[in-house]
């Protein structure tokens, strides 16, 4: 049968990563090791006294319907949270608990763009960010991170590119696939740009503690007077490496906060009860071991930036936090897809070449150092080899 599907479908794009790891993973079924760079998870076990808290509501029977936009205790607990690593005021009603924290860009498109309306995002940047945009019909408007800028966006050129057709403005700090983090005077005057108009940022910040020059990444709900044009993305899959319970939750001004409860009324009801009290013993538990994983992430971090910067025709920046290096490799003269694709064919390292994430990609391939420190040897002693072989090449 020939189906005719509507055409939203086609605006819709995917993720690199997992098309690499099953490319990886046929590789792996040959008999070859592979080297994983390429997911964005962490490789640590979810800490137990969270399981434990998803094992005791489903034993106290939290198996049934609850509200769309989450348990009130839930998202009292969240709001708790969001207010007290910001210094700010949170109302739960403000919270809506999704099911992963990738829903929560959706629902703003649905929101907030009509066809034709434009939507400011950054390039390079998480994929769905522009699949998303283009799957609500509106127009996608890359801004450009540039090495020369730490890959922090330049604001002067932010402003320039606002219109009277900019509905929504995404930003992600600390960034994917970069590892780069606006200072609070950046994200200040981004704030400011919008500030009196109907424009809502989209503040991107479940990595907001995989920060590696503090405790915690400058955050834009630190500013109170702005929290009217913001909607916070925050979750638990990477600080916590609960990237399979997929939970996630938007923190909105009420009336948008309603209306994506609305949205997922019509999607899947609400998220799962029993994740949301396992998200709510996250918070309220011990934080010991999300403070030894990112420490554990700052060593391989520098350990990795080192060995990059002295391997031929490569240099990195150093990444102030998430858990990525996105190494510049220009001077092999060929796409950044053909140099990542070589790496997994011929040295058996799975990593993203930098178009993953946009066009302002191009030059770069991202690493994704959530794997063990003896993995990351293995790959960069590969990775060396290789890039020693693709200059003779040249």
Known sequence: MDYKFAELTKRMGGEGAFEVLAKARAIEATGKKVVHFEIGEPDFD??????????????????????????????????????????????????????????????????????????????????????????????????????????????DELKSMITPKTKVIIINTPHNPTGSVLTREDIKRILELVDGTDIMILADELYHRIYFEGEMAPSFYEFDEFHKNIILMEGFSKIYAMTGWRLGYAVAPKPVAEVFSQIQVNVYSHA????????????????????????????????????????????????????????????????????????????????LGGTSFGDGGEGYIRISYATSMENIKIGMDRMEEAFHKLLKEA
């Open 272 to 351: 799962p009860t029993f994740i949301q009290l396992a998200g709510k013993a996250a918070y309220e538990g011990p934080q010991d071991q999300p403070k030894e994983m990112v420490a554990e992430f700052n060593r391989r971090r520098d350990y990795i930036i080192e060995r990059l910067n002295n391997m031929p025709g490569v240099h990195a920046l150093m990444p102030h936090g998430a858990f990525y290096a996105f190494p510049n490799v220009k001077k092999f003269g060929k796409p950044a897809a053909e140099i990542a694709s070589y790496l997994l064919e011929q040295a058996g390292v799975a990593l």
């Open 46 to 155: 979810t800490p137990a006294h969270i399981k434990k808290a998803a094992f005791e509501a489903l034993e106290q029977g939290y198996t049934h319907y609850g509200p769309a936009p989450g348990l009130p205790e839930v998202r009292t607990a969240f709001a708790n949270y969001v207010a007290s690593t910001r210094n700010t005021k949170v109302d739960p009603e403000q919270i809506v608990i999704t099911v992963g924290a990738k829903p929560i860009i959706l629902y703003t498109m649905l929101a907030f763009v009509n066809p034709g309306d434009e939507v400011i995002y950054p390039d390079p940047g998480y994929p769905i960010y522009s699949s998303a945009i283009q799957f609500a019909g509106g127009v996608p408007k890359p801004i450009i991170l540039r090495e020369e800028n730490e890959f922090r966006l330049d604001i």
